[in-house]
């Protein structure tokens, strides 16, 4: 087991089921055109989840470095990369997801949660970082592309954990500076069924850890699958709030709103 936040081979083990359930849901859309997310269309969705894919595929094994020399240029690095490949076929990209899939799997399987790799812009992460990440790319889209389909998507909540868990190295990286100037807050998450994390914020910056520094300002009890459709801004948070699925406690219970304020989505 790691000292980290995830399990190495649990994430590889969850990213090998849900790249099965994506490439199903690749091969089952029938209208690439239709749109999935923004301006982005389902056809959008599949390339560019089969591009991350790849980049992660030549980056387990060393053949390449991903070409992003800051994490605050990644959504134009990815959005030029969709410019420049007219193919929007998800059945296509069904195929090249799974051809990288046997390079992803086994290469990230085969490290030790507590390895070092190096992430964009020279950032560096443990190894089940990676997988995390791909595992989100596939459930976030996978939410996208079946809502747009009309077919069926699960978000099962122990992968949810898992990937919202192994982003956790990167979140000091996605600070919102502006809004964390002069706070000082500290943060008890609780992802349900995993263990406790807690979110500090002090002086523009945060870390993220297993024991509190400090006092606990406000507690979070959240259903993994609601805060990663939170998180990604899939959903608002005002209908989980008042359902259950995510519930603030403690000395400054209010001060939960303000979370996804103080961190941008990775």
């Known amino acids: 087991m790691s000292s980290g936040f995830v399990d190495q081979k649990e994430a590889c083990a969850a990213g090998e089921r849900v790249t099965t359930s994506y490439v199903g849901l690749l091969r089952a859309a029938r209208n690439p055109g239709k ?3 923004g301006e982005w269309s389902v056809g959008d969705a599949a390339t560019h989840t089969a591009q ?16 992003v020399t800051s994490s605050g240029t990644l959504n134009e690095y990815w959005a030029g990369r969709l410019r420049d490949e007219p193919e929007r076929d998800p059945a296509g990209a069904a195929d090249r997801i799974e051809a990288a899939a046997t390079t992803i799997w086994p290469a990230y399987g085969a490290m030790s949660g507590d390895e070092i ?4 812009g020279g950032v560096k992460v443990p190894a089940y970082t990676p997988p995390s990440i791909i595992v989100t790319e596939a459930l976030v889209h996978g939410y996208d592309i079946a809502h747009a389909e009309d077919l069926p ?4 909540s122990d992968i949810a954990r898992i990937s919202v868990r192994g982003l956790f190295p990167l979140l000091p990286q996605y600070v919102n500076e502006a809004a964390a100037r002069d706070v ?6 609780s ?3 995993g263990p406790l994390a807690y979110f500090t914020f002090a002086d523009g910056a945060l870390s993220v850890g297993h024991a509190a520094p400090g006092p606990v ?3 979070l009890s959240v259903d993994p699958a609601t805060y990663l459709l939170v998180g990604y801004g899939r959903i608002g948070q005002w209908g989980p709030t008042l359902t259950g699925k995510v519930v603030a406690y403690g000395r400054k219970p209010w001060l939960g709103l303000k979370l996804g304020k103080l961190i941008a989505t990775p």
Do not use: H, N
Request: aromatic share 18%; net charge negative.
């Open 217 to 219: 300002d406000c507690k």
């Open 35 to 37: 749109t999935a997310i």
């Open 153 to 156: 998507w699960t978000l099962d």
């Open 52 to 67: 991350v894919f790849e980049m992660y595929a030549q980056a387990a094994t060393g053949d390449a470095s991903f070409p």
């Open 117 to 120: 790799v190096e992430w964009y």
């Open 184 to 189: 000082s807050i500290t943060y008890e998450l």
């Open 191 to 193: 992802l349900r069924g």
